[in-house]
């Protein structure tokens, strides 16, 4: 890159839902929304290159669609508050509880930022064909175009102080180009409901440019919906015995901040002590604590895309046959298993050292009956696939595959209601923590069936490049339309799209083992795996570089 890229801010206001609500609103956030404070918001950046009109990506234009989703959206330009705590009050009085409220005077909006980029984009993000097998994408200054420097509510995990629950920043190129970001609070929506969110806006966008009737949105924010499905009395002063120790089993981590003040980072310091609010409630003893040896939480490391083809993945998955009795793989668990196995042998995990896999679990389809898939919120959680390093060496996976799968199928409409119990019943939400970024752990989202690289804002193309803002010990999958595809049934067929259609989109595990991707409306849905994928993910140079050089990293 010859010079580094100018960005001058042109505005900078805040975006409220329009037509506004004619009365104001004040919802208790669930039981998992409230687990999730402390979580980095999803969040991503769509890069899109010029149009043929230069008036689709109008700014004017996309805050104003912008206004208009958010009135089916209007929580996420709320007020987040911190509900009063009561030791003797129900469940959403503990410590930490939230609520957002919305459709009042004091909501802070949506904060938007609209600037420009001296830049062209084809000088910052290479085409698809030049990124190749093994991109380093450290070079991208995605920061620039994320907002990332804005606050905001729960941005510790802590401080609201009317501070936004979402961003937008729209950065125009100098090639008439433009980048849209988004980010939203953790707590009001997973990666699901985020993506819903920016799906609505484009649609809401297309039809405002061309003069169409407005579409039609059915999202669902009612909490509710899922803390009724809890087991027991979440509201009595003590949980029950027998479901605290049925919820044992469950694969969550529930690692302890307050066990974990040795050795911990100063970024994270202010977790370790209990609040003065509740110092003498909570007399449980300590529990698992972060090992901070294994995870320098603080080393900044360089950003890889690396891809796979469909014929690998199928490979990958055909390694697993003959299909085990009990257990059906899909091709996700067969690549989560590779990844997983190619990263602890670039590491140089001893053998006999215990390892895992953490990964996002949606409970929307697992309920019974299911819940909404336009349910606003978290109704989610991490869980954890377990084994030994001695698993990560040679050809065998299957092993791997197998405890993913075990993992997935452990979390169901019997069990998720033991965990909502039992989080329900946390003096204080910030206390346990379902992840790890230690060298012994691997945590990936990944974000598939929602469209991501379908967004389309009425341009009729698809972006040139997606970035999911993560932080960087979080692995990507990233759907890739570049390359090899394969037809309904799996088989490999020529690349239809040709070169140029190489988009990289997210892919979501859902934990149903899903193997479809969600297409435009209109067109013959194919499978997340037909044009590869791509892996996004920050690790050391010397990792990367083991992994690469790994004779079974392909294989």
């Known amino acids: 890159m010859a010079s580094a890229p100018i960005t001058t801010v042109l505005s900078h206001t805040f975006t409220h839902p329009e037509p506004p609500l004619s009365l104001g609103k004040s919802v208790t956030l669930g039981i ?95 085409a698809a064909e030049q990124r190749g097998r093994v991109w380093n994408a450290s070079e991208v200054p995605f920061a620039l175009f994320s907002g990332q420097d804005i606050k905001l509510a729960l941005h510790d995990g802590l401080e609201t102080g009317g501070l936004p629950a979402a961003i937008v920043k729209l950065t125009t190129f100098a090639c008439g180009g433009i980048a849209i970001a988004a980010r939203l609070q953790h707590v009001l929506g997973d990666a699901q409901a985020f993506l819903q969110f920016v799906r609505d806006w484009a649609g809401v966008h297309r039809a405002m440019s061309k003069g169409l009737p407005l579409p039609v949105l059915n999202p669902i924010f009612d909490p509710r919906i899922l803390d009724e499905r809890a087991a027991g009395d979440i509201n009595d002063a003590e949980p029950d015995p027998d479901i605290m120790q049925a919820a044992k089993g469950l694969p969550v981590h529930k690692y302890d901040w307050w066990a974990s003040a040795t050795d911990c980072p100063g970024p994270f310091r202010h977790r370790t002590k209990p609040a003065s609010e509740i110092q003498g409630a909570e007399t449980s003893p300590r529990g698992l604590p972060l090992d901070w040896k294994d995870w320098d939480a603080t080393q900044a490391t360089p950003h890889y895309v690396l891809h796979y083809t469909a014929e690998e993945i199928s490979n990958m ?32 995990i001893p053998p006999s050292d215990p390892i895992f896999l953490n990964f996002a679990f949606n409970f929307r389809p697992r309920m019974s009956p299911p819940l909404p898939s336009t349910l606003l ?44 119990h039992e989080v329900a019943h946390h003096v204080d939400t910030q206390r346990y923590w379902q992840l790890f970024g230690g060298r012994h752990h691997v945590m990936v989202t990944s974000w598939l069936q929602h469209g991501m690289c379908e967004v389309d804002f009425g341009a009729g193309s698809r972006p040139r490049f997606v970035e999911a803002l993560m932080p960087g010990w979080i692995m990507q999958l990233m759907e890739s339309r570049y390359g090899d595809t394969v037809d309904e049934e799996g088989e490999l067929v020529g690349d239809d799209e040709g070169a140029e259609g190489r988009v990289d989109g997210q892919v979501h595990t859902n934990g149903n083992g899903a193997e479809k991707a969600a297409g435009i409306k209109g067109k013959k849905e194919r499978p997340w795996y037909s044009s590869g994928v791509d892996i996004s993910f920050n690790l050391e140079a010397d990792i990367v570089e083991k992994l690469v050089r790994d004779p079974l990293y392909r294989n």
């Open 377 to 420: 919120g978290v109704p989610a959680c991490m869980i954890h696939a377990a084994g030994t390093a001695s698993s990560a060496h040679g050809h065998e996976t299957r092993s791997l595959a197998l405890a993913i799968r075990q993992a997935i199928r452990s979390m169901n409409a019997e069990t998720i209601p033991l965990f909502l």
């Open 32 to 126: 998992p929304d409230n687990a999730t404070a402390g979580y980095s918001p999803p969040q991503a950046i769509w890069f899109y290159d010029a149009p043929k009109d230069p008036k689709t990506f109008s700014t004017k234009a996309l805050i104003q669609s912008l206004q208009r989703v958010l009135a089916s959206y209007p929580a996420f330009a709320g007020r987040l508050s911190h509900i009063p705590y009561r030791s003797n009050g129900d469940w959403s009085e503990r410590f930490g509880r939230l609520r957002v409220t919305y459709g009042t005077d004091a909501d802070p909006g949506v904060e938007t930022v609209i600037a420009h980029c001296d830049a062209t984009l084809a000088s910052l993000i290479p």
């Open 317 to 348: 998955y055909r390694a697993l046959a003959p299909s085990d009795s009990e257990y059906s793989f899909s091709r996700l668990d067969a690549l989560l298993a590779h990844l997983w196995a190619a990263i602890v042998r670039a590491r140089d």
